[in-house]
């Protein structure tokens, strides 16, 4: 139900990131009539998509007083999704004709998604939101009983302060603290080890025998551009698709997962194979951590399943004060960044409401029961995709399915903020990219001409921005 006009509020909201997440935040924020103030430690928007070749001295990252580098970027790095199906509803990721420095590729580089973020932070006047190279050390409540948040942060100079405000949204995004794989035997293999948020080119294993754990997009895409240079490159991956060989790469290989390494250098796969290896590069994901974030323990992180959260954002005890853009992995992440901001906004706003705290924590409770239930793990509560494109998922029912999909998440929210849900082409398109699989498939596209032009009649809808004057489209 809709509150009467003179019950829409305006609030003091705190965004902490200003990457991807942060800026459509800060955005839909103002949108609905909120004072907004960004915080971000770079010198930059564009959080994850900000290249950098420094990596971190503890190549595992498992040292806690370590020199912590925010990007994982690499240096090869193109999109795994077409760039049309990637971009915020209203702002369309198109190629800019005019502009000879960017890469006009439906797949396009790092570099391209980077000045895409940067031309939307300039569309909409967010620069002037954001306070940069300033880092957040610490949220909490203003007080007990209070509805207010103290944000105390540092700035590069070293000048610390704090500021009260009605309401955080947290958009630190999730790429920086590293997972590993447990292997049996690793405390005495005398190899070389690297989580992939430390990787950013091949050359370190040149002519090396290489183990790359891992063959999600991360984990496909780095053992391809380790085989340019590498002896062998071998994938060890929860598969069926063993054995394989690269149509292009004839010296990489996938095998099932480790079994357990050995101190002469040999690394032995679950079906027996032995290989000796230089090095091992891990392609493991990541962990959901919040070090500035100050609950009394009623927000935590427990096997990546950051709890209790209603539909993902919402902390229950805590809303509206607090909510989390952008926790879904898998999902088209830009739209779904946009659309949960809208509903964070609009409920922050009084125009949306929530159900009371119980009513929330029944959902949470029976949420997590059902994943328990159909076996899916702990780690897997904040996995979004279309269920029957996704092998790991592909013999859930369908209403089973209805759990994890990310057309009926968005589909949810939409109708309890009032907004246009996701577009058949953005969907569709997702759902032919994350099938492909092919060592070419970024530049190999001929099999949904007629949803890019359904797109692309969309994006006729909008006016020319700041920043672009024209679209057009290219099979470069």
């Known amino acids: 139900m809709t509150p009467p006009p003179n019950s829409i509020s305006s609030r003091n909201v705190a965004v902490i990131g200003a990457g991807a997440a942060g800026l459509v935040a800060a955005r839909e924020l103002r949108r609905e009539g909120h ?179 891992g063959n999600q997009s991360s984990g496909s895409d780095i053992s391809r551009d380790i085989a340019t240079l590498a002896k062998e490159v071998h994938i060890a991956a929860k598969s069926d698709a063993y054995e394989k060989e690269s149509s292009i790469y004839s010296n990489l290989h996938i095998h099932p997962t480790i079994d357990r390494v050995y ?74 960044f946009e659309i949960q901001s809208k509903w964070v906004a609009s409920v922050l706003s009084g125009r949306v409401k929530l159900p009371s705290e119980d009513k929330m924590m029944e959902d949470v409770i029976a949420f997590y029961a059902k994943l328990k239930s159909l076996g899916i793990p702990k780690r897997f509560t904040h996995f979004l995709t279309d269920p029957q494109w996704t092998p790991m998922f592909e013999k859930l029912k369908p209403h089973e399915a209805v759990l994890i999909s990310q057309t009926e998440y968005f589909n949810w929210i939409a109708e309890q903020c009032g907004c246009s849900s996701i577009e058949r082409w953005r969907e569709e398109q997702y759902n032919i990219a994350i099938k492909k699989d092919e060592d070419t498939f970024r530049d190999d596209w001929d099999d949904d001409d007629q949803l890019i032009e359904e797109a692309y009649r969309d994006f006729a809808r909008f006016k020319p921005t700041k920043v672009c004057c024209s679209f057009y489209i290219t099979k470069s």
């Open 263 to 336: 101190a002469d250098g040999s690394v032995v796969f679950q079906d027996g194979k032995v290989v000796f290896a230089d090095a091992i590069v891990h392609c493991t994901g990541y962990k959901y951590c919040f070090p500035f974030l100050e609950t009394n323990g009623y927000v935590t992180v427990e096997d990546n399943r950051v709890g209790p959260l209603y539909k993902h954002v919402f902390p229950p005890a805590l809303a509206p004060g607090l909510s989390f853009i952008g926790l879904p992995s898998m999902a088209l992440q830009f739209f779904m």
């Open 35 to 213: 004072t907004v103030t960004a915080f971000e430690r770079q010198k930059q928007v564009g959080g994850l998509w900000v290249y950098t070749p420094n990596v971190e001295p503890d190549s595992l990252n498992i040292d806690p007083d370590r020199t912590i580098v925010h990007s994982s970027i690499y240096q090869s790095l193109r999109t795994n999704l077409p760039r049309e199906c990637m971009g915020y509803s209203d702002f369309p990721f198109v190629t800019r004709p005019d502009d000879e420095t960017r890469d006009p590729r439906r797949y396009p580089d790092h570099r391209e998604v980077m000045r895409y973020l940067q031309d939307f932070a300039k569309e909409f006047d967010i620069d002037e939101m954001i306070r940069f190279e300033t880092e957040v050390l610490r949220v909490e409540p203003a007080a007990e009983n209070s509805r207010e948040w103290r944000v105390q942060f540092r700035s590069s100079n070293g000048v610390s302060g704090e500021d009260i405000f009605d309401a955080v949204v947290v958009c630190n995004g999730h790429f920086t603290e590293p997972r590993l794989a447990h292997i049996p035997g690793i405390e005495s293999w005398p190899g070389k080890q690297i989580h992939s948020h430390n990787y950013r080119v091949p050359d370190p294993f040149k002519d090396q025998v290489v183990i790359v754990i």
